[in-house]
Structures are given as structure tokens and as C-alpha cells.
């Protein structure tokens, strides 16, 4: 196969490069490849996502089970197991993918085609899915489902070096290539991920077809020469290029504009660039939960108006945050600046990580900012973690992202090797022609000192670049949308070998260019003092209210620390703060207490744990934006 020529300036490193050893996420991750995957594809045999495969493949009698975009959640279960399978071999695993492969080609008709819901019973045409191929595309997931195909069958090429899974992939694009495009169907997908699927193709086989069938799909949007456009709810009310405002439905807007910058990467398009950057400036502004949640409204699972950010009735899809990732990830590869990974930090361990119960079989579909114990946030009408979701977009697509986490903490360019996430960790990672061989230990989120190791083989010059995250400088988004009460005086401190490098911050990073020799030991402090948030005066529904964080972590008040009142609760700024960590509560975390005055005067106590961390102690109030008595 052939490699691709360009791609984004800066590369990530291989996660399998860089193993992760953190008393943080390596629980997390094992638990996500040991019981999540599993416990996933356990689901998706219980309520005939599989089955549907089986019976499209004339396995197997019976109508298709479900909703039409089940084949999705199969297709993202099996690339989490490919990123397991290249942690740790499991032959069990690998052969149970393999049988399911089989069951994908046997469902895949003969020009390529393979969408369950249709295959099962062709003349059976309700309206969900279109009375023929191709032709509700605004709804029903068809090119959705196999977008999600192609990046698990690249990975699970990558992970095994077996072809069955890819060439079923390769003939379904092959079919959709000779559908749509120029002088063919217009048309484009109600939910995007096929651009990015097809990108991820493109890399592996070097297919052009498949990159300017994504690029194809993302130009189509807006453009009413050959077709009815569907609206903003699938950002189809505009050209892409000039979009700058982040509209509909949220997860389907984040995949876009992943999709935008894979394709801007490899074919140079700066108005691409551009737009994606503009939208970003604008959710960082005025649409960004503190925890790094998009998509404020339920109606729709869209982002709201500028500004519009509840707590008790927040949406913020899991999906939504998983997306966001992705897309702040690009953004970073593109351009080198820090702030992309300043929210993707802040969505990591707060807006996304609270989807995954510690259990690794309980979810949230939903990720509001407060629980009353009546209104019904979540999907299925819960109020708490679920097993499972009649629509189980969620379940599934947390196992993508935890075991590839690891390569979210380095990335290179020529010979600059950029430190992004700090988490114990080893790997040797190539800059330039040199290999590099890293390691870090810390306690990280709960404390701020890193200590790495940078050995080479021989005498060589390149520079390392130590990111600073914003939330050590002040600022908790590189926006104006949150800021802190009061200033950190506490120093940033960065040592090489012990002597001191001068804390001077361009683009989020200090920079260290030297000749390094042998093993160098890097350590970087970063103070984590308890942190009161407060919005921007122009989000109504947080007018007069505080939250706490810590390093790159938002705090939760829930009702099982501070009483069934604790959605009335007030912090006078006044109050003083004490930290300790509970290795034996949720996991160990670090929690905050402290006494403070309520309106009336009377003292109380209260404790605060990770916002991420709530509701693992079953159903119970909680809220991140507690009222704030000023002095």
C-alpha cells in the first residue's frame, strides 16, 4: 500500500509507541478493554445488533431488530477492540472479531452494499430509511453507519495485518465513489463521519477516490444548484467555507469539522483551515460548558445561542465531547498552538470522562451540570448511570478513544518533539532521525510535578516543547467565557537537570532547544491551588454563581457529601479550602473541603469531588455552580 505525501504539519505519535503505567487512566484504560469492550459486545448481541448482520448475511431468519444506525455501534465496538488487540494481544478477542467479519462480508451485497436495515428485507421500505437506496439520506444514517466502518476496518488492518475486514470497506466505498460526485448523485450524508472515515481510507491505501469523495461530501453542503439542503440541524445551510458558527446537532457538526481539517491537512485547503478555526473561536466564546460539554439543548442535541449554557437542563452528549476531542486534536496538528489542547484537556478528564461509570458497564448518554432528582435529564427517561441506551451511541465510542489515549501525549514536527498530556508513561518516539526515549512519572491531575526522562543514543540537537496549560496561567479557556476570582501568584517551574529554564510561553509551550546527551531529567511544576470559577456576565443561568476547579479538573457537589439542599447551596469567598486524597473513595480522587457561611450566616461544611467522578455512588443530587456570597 502506498503512503500519502502531506498530512497535518505536526504528526502524532503511534499510540502504541508510548505505553501508559498512570495510577490515573491505566485503571480506566484496563477497564475499557477488559470489561467495556466485552460488556459492549455482549449488548450488541442482546439486542440483535449482530443478529442483524446474520440475518442480512442469510445466516439467520427473522426482521431487522432495532434502530437503523445499530450497525454503527457494532462498527465502533470493533475498532476499540483493534486499539485493545495492539495494547495486548487476546487471541479470544481476535478471533471473536474475525468471526464477526465474517458476518459483515456474508451481509455485504454484491456491489458492495451494507446497510442491515434494507439488505434484511428489501421490499419492506418504511420511511425511516427511504423506499430505495440513497434516498432519505437527510435521516437515516446510510452512509453514517459505514463511515464508522471504514476507520474500524483500518484499524483492525493495522492491529492484525488481516485484510478481509478492509477489502469489505474498499468495496463499499468503491460502490459509494461510483454513486456520488461531480456529474453523479448530489447529495450528502444527515450525519457526518464518513468524510473522516474516508480520509482514514485514503491514508491507508492511497486511494485518491476516497479523498475527494470526502472532500465531495463536505463542498456538497450548503450548495442548492443540485439539490434541497437540509438545514442547519446537519449544518447544511451553508457552504463549509463559510460557516463560522456553530450550529445543530453537535456531534454531527464535531465530526464535520474533524472531517474539514483531515481534508484541509492533505490537500492544503486554507479556507477550510480557516472556517474551523472560526467556528472553534466562536464555541470557546459563547457555547462551551466549563467541563468541556457541547451542545446545550436536548431539542435536537444542539448547540443553543451564543451564551446559552444551562446547568440542570445541559445536554452535552458524551458523543459531543469524544467529537470535540477529536476535532481540538486537529486543530492542534495543524497549527502547533497549545489552546486546542487546553480543551482538549479540560473535555478529557471532565466533560468526557464522566460518559463511563469507574464500573465500565454504567453510561451517561447525557452530561448536565446539575441533578435535581426530578427532571429527566438522560436518555430512556434516567436520572442516573444506565447499563444501556435503546440508542447506544455512547457505550460504543468511549472503547475508541480510551486505549488510543496514549497517543493524544506526544506529537512531532521535524525536530521539535511537543509534550501535550501529562501522565506516567514510557515510549521512545522518533524526532528527526533520532529515537527518543521518554518517560514521565507524576500524580497527575491530583498534583502538579512532573518529572521526565529524555535519553538518546548519541549527542543530538532538538528542541522539546513543554506545554503550559491555560489553567496554570490564569485562564481557564483562552477565551473570556470563565475566568478565576482572583490571580495565581504561585510560579510555573521548569528544570533541566536542575537548573532552571526560564518559564517563557509562546503558543502555550516553553521551549527547550539544546543538545541533549545521554539521560536528561525534565521537571515541570505546575501549582494546583483550589480555583473559583465565575461566567461571563452574559450566560443568564449563571449569573451570580461560582465553581471550583483544580489543575484540569471542575468539581462536583453532590448530595450524598452536603445534604438534599445541595442545589441551594452558597460558597462565601471568604471560605478557605482544604485538599486530600481518598485512595479509597471512587477510585481515589482528590477532594475539596471547606467551611463557609450560608445566607443567613450560619456555618457549613461541604466537600466537592471530581465532576467526572459523580453518580458513581448510585442516584443522587449534584451540581458544578453553587451561588457565591461576595464579601
Not at 229 to 236: E, V
Amino acid at each position: 500500500m502506498t503512503a500519502t505525501k502531506r498530512d497535518y504539519p505536526i504528526q502524532p505519535i503511534a499510540f502504541t509507541q508510548v505505553q501508559i503505567q498512570d495510577a490515573f487512566w491505566k485503571p480506566r484504560i484496563d477497564t475499557s478493554v477488559n470489561v467495556t469492550i466485552p460488556y459492549d459486545f455482549k449488548k450488541c448481541e442482546e439486542t440483535g445488533r449482530i443478529d442483524n448482520f446474520s440475518k442480512a448475511a442469510g445466516l439467520m431468519e427473522g426482521p431487522h431488530e432495532g434502530i437503523f444506525f445499530n450497525d454503527s455501534d457494532v462498527f465502533k465496538v470493533v475498532e476499540g477492540a483493534a486499539y485493545a488487540l495492539q495494547i495486548a494481544p487476546n487471541p479470544e478477542l481476535e478471533q471473536y472479531v474475525d468471526d464477526l467479519i465474517e458476518k459483515f462480508a456474508g451481509a455485504q451485497e454484491e456491489d458492495g452494499y451494507l446497510y442491515t436495515a434494507r439488505t434484511i428485507d428489501p421490499t419492506y421500505a418504511p420511511n425511516v430509511i427511504g423506499p430505495e437506496r440513497w434516498s432519505y439520506l437527510v435521516f437515516n444514517h446510510e452512509l453514517y453507519n459505514v463511515g464508522h466502518m471504514y476507520e474500524a476496518a483500518v484499524a483492525y488492518y493495522q492491529a492484525t495485518g488481516k485484510r478481509r475486514f478492509l477489502d469489505v470497506a474498499i468495496k463499499n466505498a468503491d460502490l459509494i465513489d461510483s454513486v456520488f460526485g461531480e456529474g453523479k448523485k448530489h447529495d450528502v450524508p444527515g450525519h457526518q463521519e464518513i468524510e473522516m472515515g474516508l480520509v482514514r481510507l485514503y491514508r491507508a491505501t492511497g486511494e485518491e477516490r476516497y479523498l475527494k469523495l470526502a472532500k465531495f461530501f463536505l463542498d456538497e453542503r450548503g450548495q442548492t444548484a443540485n439539490r434541497e439542503i437540509y438545514g442547519p440541524y446537519c449544518q447544511d445551510h451553508e457552504p463549509v467555507t463559510e460557516q463560522r458558527e456553530a450550529v445543530g446537532h453537535s456531534v454531527r457538526a464535531a465530526y464535520m469539522y474533524s472531517g474539514m481539517a483531515d481534508v484541509a491537512a492533505i490537500t492544503g485547503d486554507d479556507a477550510y483551515i480557516e472556517a474551523i478555526k472560526g467556528i472553534w473561536e466562536n464555541v470557546v466564546n459563547k457555547k462551551l460548558a466549563l467541563t468541556g460539554g457541547i451542545g446545550a439543548r436536548h431539542e435536537g442535541e444542539a448547540f443553543g445561542e451564543n451564551y446559552e449554557l444551562p446547568s440542570l437542563t445541559s445536554y452535552n452528549e458524551t458523543c459531543a465531547s469524544q467529537a470535540s476531542i477529536f476535532w481540538n486534536h486537529r486543530l492542534f496538528l495543524l497549527t502547533g498552538d497549545a489552546k486546542y489542547i487546553d480543551i482538549l484537556e479540560r473535555t478529557l478528564y471532565n466533560g468526557f470522562l464522566s460518559g463511563v461509570g469507574l464500573d465500565g458497564q454504567t453510561f451517561f448518554y447525557v452530561n448536565p451540570l446539575a441533578c435535581d432528582g426530578e427532571y429527566q435529564f438522560n436518555r430512556d427517561d434516567a436520572i442516573t448511570r444506565k447499563p444501556w441506551f435503546n440508542t447506544s451511541c455512547c457505550p460504543t465510542n468511549v472503547v475508541r478513544l480510551l486505549p488510543s489515549l496514549s497517543g493524544y501525549i506526544y506529537a512531532v514536527r521535524d525536530n521539535d518533539l511537543y509534550v501535550n498530556l501529562y501522565m506516567t508513561n514510557s515510549g521512545i518516539v522518533n524526532v528527526g532521525d533520532t529515537p527518543v526515549e521518554l518517560s514521565q512519572t507524576t500524580q497527575y491531575p491530583w498534583d502538579g510535578t512532573v518529572t521526565m526522562s529524555v535519553s538518546v543514543p548519541q549527542s543530538t540537537e532538538f528542541t522539546v516543547k513543554v506545554r503550559i496549560p491555560g489553567w496554570a496561567q490564569n485562564e481557564p479557556l483562552p477565551s473570556s467565557l470563565y475566568k478565576y476570582t482572583d490571580s495565581d501568584n504561585a510560579a510555573v517551574t521548569l528544570t533541566v537537570d536542575g537548573e532552571a529554564v526560564p518559564v517563557e510561553v509562546e503558543n502555550g509551550y516553553v521551549t527547550i532547544q539544546r543538545t541533549w546527551e545521554g539521560s536528561a531529567e525534565v521537571v515541570l511544576s505546575l501549582p494546583m491551588p483550589v480555583r473559583r470559577v465565575v461566567a461571563d456576565p452574559n450566560v443568564d443561568d449563571l449569573k451570580g454563581k461560582i465553581a471550583l476547579e483544580r489543575g484540569p479538573v471542575v468539581y462536583a457537589f453532590e448530595a450524598v457529601d452536603n445534604g438534599e439542599d445541595v442545589l441551594d447551596m452558597a460558597i462565601a469567598d471568604s471560605a478557605q479550602f482544604d485538599i486530600a486524597h481518598d485512595a479509597d473513595l471512587l477510585g481515589g480522587v482528590t477532594v475539596i473541603r471547606g467551611t463557609s457561611p450560608d445566607a443567613a450566616g450560619k456555618p457549613f461544611d461541604f466537600m466537592a469531588i471530581p465532576y467526572h467522578a459523580w453518580a458513581n455512588r448510585g442516584a443522587t443530587k449534584m451540581t458544578v455552580w453553587v451561588d457565591r456570597l461576595a464579601d
